[in-house]
């Protein structure tokens, strides 16, 4: 039904009354009402649609008087309510995502108790990367699915290893030493998910050790 001429007169039609549901469903009474013409008269002009349903304003009229329980248009205070529920949502999602966004990691634990390995993955852990320390940063991506991380650290050097780890770009980042010679566990219990970065630092630049990364499984 491409006929500008019938468009024009559907557009008057829906013109003649007030509120969107009220003209949709005009619009839908119309179509099935000229079906049976149109089926006559493929391209009807606007004069042949005026002339035999008259005009576009006594034709919704005539369709008002057929429907039964007529949708009426909003008030204004309905229009004011839907307004505020909208925009409480819009500000109580716009609250989640901000309080998500600047949710810092604050569960962390530093231990120089230091579990085996084999302990660790019996605790539902599984392992993630090994790398040494080196003035090049270690980095790996926090699953969403997986709530914690746990760091084993191996300091092998006479100097102490200043160790940075960095998880937002808005929020504090983790940081400590580990003493000459000394391991650390590092548990984190509650990890935002995404990119974290692991620093190393040394007071005369020169790095003996390495880390060993663990990520919690996702619980069933």
Not at 35 to 53: G, N, V
Not at 90 to 116: C, H, L, Q, R
Not at 119 to 147: C, H, M, T
């Amino acid at each position: 039904m491409s006929n500008p001429d019938l468009h024009r007169y559907e557009k008057e039609l829906r013109a003649s009354v007030k509120g969107f549901r009220l003209r949709r469903r005009l619009h839908r009474s119309f179509r099935q009402a000229v079906m049976p013409f149109l089926e006559e008269t493929a391209a009807p002009s606007y004069e042949e649609l005026t002339a035999a349903f008259g005009p576009p304003d006594q034709m919704a009229q005539d369709l008002l008087r057929t429907m039964t329980n007529p949708p009426q248009p909003l008030r204004r205070g309905q229009k004011v309510g839907i307004v505020l529920v909208a925009c409480s949502l819009v500000a109580t999602i716009g609250f989640g995502v901000f309080s998500w966004w600047n949710t810092p990691e604050t569960k962390f634990f530093i231990s120089n108790d230091t579990p085996a390995t084999e302990e660790i993955l019996q605790k539902g852990y599984a392992f993630a990367l090994d790398s040494p320390f080196s003035q090049n940063d270690v980095s790996w991506n926090q699953p969403r699915e997986s709530q914690s991380y746990w760091l084993v650290l191996y300091n092998t050097n006479s100097l102490d290893t200043d160790v940075e780890i960095r998880y937002s770009k808005h929020l504090s980042s983790h940081s400590f030493t580990i003493p000459p010679k000394e391991t650390l566990s590092f548990l984190v219990e509650d990890a935002r998910p995404g990119e974290h970065i692991l620093s190393f630092i040394t007071s005369d630049g020169s790095f003996l050790g390495s880390v060993q990364i663990f990520l919690s499984k996702p619980t069933q």
